[in-house]
């Protein structure tokens, strides 16, 4: 079985850490299925399957790719890993013969993202109830680069770790209720790829003071 | 002497409120149904579903790379059923198992291994070889459920029948999933999932066992 424990961690400007709240994360949504299955069924370009993107949108999917010996057959379904802030997050579509790379911006829209909805999870949630968006204006968090780090593996268990840190500089208090990781899916076809809210789960309130610094870090662990 | 076992694949909707949720809130899994039937579609043997214990490593190294979309510069190193270490990168090759009939590169598979997994497993312990000779089995195509959903557990299926034209009764004791990986131009072979089950499960001769394995996440 996979499991996957969520951590927050609040720091002031100084680097000490002032509160930290651990849970079991609950909450692999419907999307993070529907991603498994377009790879494992290899859905073709000819035939996509469509999902709900976080704007509520149908989106089809496929696993298609520029062909086999080019650009390593690359798609980017499933990607967490990201660039911080505005930057663009680059997404291969695995469109043939077209530019078949396409970028999402910001890329603060891949990978762990956080928001303010206090709505109970239901596996078909689609997006973050509210996200907090990237940037230093009122209710805002800048958004650092999302990392995956230390897969370490020793019988019977294996492990890796997402991590994001979130900086306060709104000038005022950001209050945290929910967590969650977006993911993209390609379309070989219109040569576009879309985001797709993959977790979800509600954290209860974390005041993230103006200058604060704010570390979610989700813990995914496989048991045999 | 040839053996024809005159079987269908075939995928029955089942309701999602029919379906015991096997999984505990926040896990991750698969469960796995067992079904014997006879040349006439009778059940014979239905055992499950039951939770599948044992994603291993390769899952997570495949999930890895994919998440991380780790390139041909930088690709990460996965063993594969052929006990070689393979440098893969992310793709859109990577778990994709949908393999034709007596194809046994990748799909379900089963065998007549019967020790406990653990998470270094790579390959099948003893692979049930598709043919009609004695000790094998027909590998059918792997088919797909699309995935669903009710108010706790999302779900897709995975389906593969085995007929058996041996003409000797075979207990398959072990059931995995071989997926696909891929560096930048070949593609690889790699276990991600293997049960062993206890006691194994008989299939007469001219009997066909389908393998149900769904993929699931509890909230």
């Known amino acids: ?224 | 002497m040839t053996h024809e076992i005159k079987a269908k694949s075939a995928l029955k909707v089942i309701r999602p409120e029919k379906v015991k949720t096997l999984l505990l809130p926040g896990e991750v899994g698969a469960t796995i149904e067992l079904i014997v039937k006879d040349r006439n579609g009778k059940i014979t043997d239905h055992r499950g579903p039951m939770r599948s214990r044992s994603f291993v490593k390769q899952f997570l190294e495949l999930l890895w790379i994919q998440t991380n979309q780790l390139d041909e510069i930088g690709p990460y190193d996965v063993r594969d059923t052929g006990n070689v270490l393979r440098a893969i990168c992310e793709s859109g090759f990577s778990f994709g198992c949908n393999a034709g009939a007596g194809v046994v590169t990748h799909g379900v598979m089963v065998g007549t291994g019967n020790t406990a997994p653990t998470i270094n497993d790579y390959v099948m312990e003893t692979l049930i070889a598709h043919g009609v000779a004695a000790g094998q089995l027909q590998y059918g195509a792997v088919a797909f459920g699309a995935p669903a959903s009710d108010a706790t557990t999302s779900r897709f299926t995975i389906t593969r029948d085995f007929s058996n034209g041996s003409g000797g009764a075979i207990t398959v004791n072990e059931i995995g999933l071989y997926v696909m990986g891929y560096d930048p131009n070949i593609t690889y072979y790699f276990m991600t999932i293997r049960d062993v089950i206890g006691g194994g499960i008989a299939i007469p001769n001219g009997q066909t066992l389908t393998v149900n394995y769904q993929p699931q996440a509890a909230i």
Request: aromatic letters at 8%; a neutral charge; one cysteine or more.
């Open chain 1, 1 to 224: 079985m996979l499991t996957a424990r969520l951590t927050l961690e609040r720091f002031g400007k100084d680097g000490r850490l002032l509160e930290k709240k651990e849970q079991p994360s609950r909450s692999f949504l419907f999307q993070f299925i529907e991603l498994l299955y377009v790879a494992h069924a290899q859905i073709t370009a000819g035939a996509p399957y469509p999902m709900q993107d976080i704007t509520d949108a149908a989106r089809n999917i496929d696993s298609a790719t520029e062909g086999a010996g080019n650009y390593r057959g690359a798609k980017c379904n499933l990607r967490i890993g990201s660039p911080g802030g505005l930057s663009g997050a680059w997404c291969w579509s695995g469109a043939n013969p077209a530019s078949f790379v396409n970028i999402i911006k910001p890329s603060a829209n891949v990978g762990i993202v956080v928001g303010s909805g206090v709505g109970a999870v239901v596996p078909t949630n689609y997006a973050l109830g509210t996200k907090i968006a990237h940037g230093d204006g009122a209710g805002e968090l800048e958004y650092g680069g999302c990392e995956l780090i230390g897969l370490t593996l020793a019988d019977p268990n294996g492990q890796f770790t997402i991590r994001r840190y979130l900086t306060n500089s709104s000038g005022g208090n950001v209050t945290v209720q929910e967590v969650g990781i977006y993911s993209p899916g390609g379309n070989g076809t219109l040569d576009s790829s879309f985001v797709f809210a993959i977790a979800r789960d509600i954290t209860g309130a974390v005041v993230v003071a103006d200058t604060e610094l704010l570390r979610v870090t989700y813990a995914i662990q496989i048991t045999v």
